[in-house]
């Protein structure tokens, strides 16, 4: 036997066991986006290295370590497998004139690729599903995309989630802060460890976001942006509060939330859960008004946010989540070679009157494909042997319910009729 070939560590297949809750969670998410005006965006999965570089920042974690970035061997491009979905979003509304006098509402999903260390909930190949919404300053769209996503932990059956809210303030303000809190972390460079020393003057405020135990109490007694804000923030940071208060929606104000993407201004947050260990948040988002132009874009402000998908399939799993199963209307058994021909005939007959057809492929005991009859869930079992074809019947044989176990014979041409009327 030839040698076997594995996965790549970190990118997992979903086994067809699994395949059903993804299912429904694609089925909840689409009426849901439709519920509140959302339009698809389909972005290719590899784009120019320079694009993450220059939208997602250049001293993140994401662009510093976490890219799958590669030369095209035929032409030598720069080329990155997309570590999430926001900066090729930006960039097709750019290249197709979307932002053009105009507001929009997109979603998107797909695979996303970033070289962490695998492990529950984090992976290198995972899936997002996010939306952005552009063209919109105020603070009422802030509040839009969190309230919907608030709305989406009962459509999925999900409860105990929580809210995480902080916000940035803008250009002017941060550098503000920045400068003082350089300041504050020069006062501590003998405690720094390499990864803060390295960011201290190329992106302070991620400093904060250390989870090293031993910096702890210094990240919390650090300036803090929040008092850094300006009238127009704090107005902007106050409706947005207000909004969700009026939605009855509960939050913690977390002024150490800045989130590992620079593009981000004013509102911040992360919905959370306790079940998931140390990979705690479920999605994640925030205004990003300056985004557009840093890609190329007249200005255009822009909120957005996105769901992992994998920690809500864990959270579907734990939580038990019952799916709606899609089980075949039918099972098509049959007996002998004119049988099995009929009975081929008989099943594409009722898959076009719209039923959902199992047929028995190959051949095998009458045992043998009832036991598969009844493994597959369908509801019924159309049996035909050599009699059913000669006189252009099936014996409809009931495999669940109250009516379990009764047969009765039924012409072909009126089988799909009496199924559905069952
Ligand atoms: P984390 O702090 O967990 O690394 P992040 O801040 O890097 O998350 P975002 O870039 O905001 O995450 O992505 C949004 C969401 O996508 C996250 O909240 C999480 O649910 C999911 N996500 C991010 N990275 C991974 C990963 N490697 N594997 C699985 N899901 C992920
Ligand atoms: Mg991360």
New binding site residues.
């Given amino acids: 036997m030839a040698q076997t070939i594995q996965g790549i560590r970190g990118m997992n297949d979903v086994l067809p066991q699994e395949s059903s809750r993804w299912q429904f969670f694609e089925q909840v998410t689409r009426e849901w986006l439709a519920a509140y005006g959302y339009s698809q965006i389909r972005m290719p999965i590899v784009e120019s290295t320079h694009l993450f570089i220059r939208g997602v920042g250049e001293h993140t974690?994401?662009v510093e370590k976490e890219m799958y970035a590669f030369e095209d061997s035929l032409n030598g491009e720069k080329l990155t497998l997309r570590p999430?979905g926001t900066a090729g979003c930006v960039r097709a509304c750019i290249e197709h004139g979307l932002l053009y006098n105009q507001t929009q509402r997109l979603w998107y999903t797909g695979p996303m690729f970033?070289h962490?260390r695998p492990q529950k909930?984090?992976?290198?190949q995972?899936h997002?599903m996010g939306i952005e919404a552009f063209g919109f300053s105020t603070p009422d769209v802030d509040a839009e995309v969190i309230v919907m996503l608030a709305d989406l932990w009962p459509r999925l059956g999900l409860s105990g989630m929580s809210l995480e809210l902080n916000s940035l303030g803008d250009i002017e303000e941060r550098a503000a802060h920045r400068a003082k809190l350089i300041q504050y972390l020069e006062g501590y460079i003998d405690i720094l460890d390499e990864d803060s020393k390295r960011r201290l003057y190329t992106n302070p405020l991620r400093v904060l976001d250390t989870k090293n135990p031993d910096l702890q109490e210094m990240a919390e007694n650090a300036p803090q942006l929040i008092d850094f804000l300006g009238e127009a923030s704090k107005t902007h940071f106050e409706t947005v509060k207000a909004l969700l208060d009026d939605a009855g929606i509960a939050y913690t104000l977390n002024p150490r939330l800045v989130?590992?993407?620079d593009y981000y201004n004013r509102t911040v947050f992360?919905w959370t859960t306790t079940q998931l260990g140390a990979?705690s948040?479920?999605?994640?988002?925030g205004r990003y008004d300056g985004l557009v132009e840093q890609l190329g874009g007249k200005p255009c402000p822009a909120v957005g946010f996105?769901?992992?998908i994998?920690?809500l399939m864990l959270l579907l799993e734990i939580n038990e989540v019952a799916i709606p199963a899609q089980l075949p209307d039918a099972y098509v058994v049959h007996q002998g070679e004119a049988a099995a021909r009929n009975a081929f005939t008989v099943a594409r007959q009722l898959r076009a009157a719209g039923l959902n057809v199992i047929y028995h492929g190959g051949s095998g005991s009458f045992k043998s494909q009832f036991k598969k009859a009844d493994q597959s869930g369908a509801r019924f079992a159309v049996v035909i042997g050599e009699g059913e074809v000669a006189s252009q019947t099936v014996n409809l044989k009931t495999l669940i319910g109250e009516q379990q176990g009764k047969q009765e014979i039924v012409p072909q041409d009126q089988l799909a009729q009496v199924i559905r009327s069952i």
């Fill in positions: 974690d994401i999430e970033r962490e909930g984090r992976y290198r995972f997002q989130r590992g993407l992360e990979q948040t479920v999605a994640a988002g996105a769901i992992g994998e920690r």
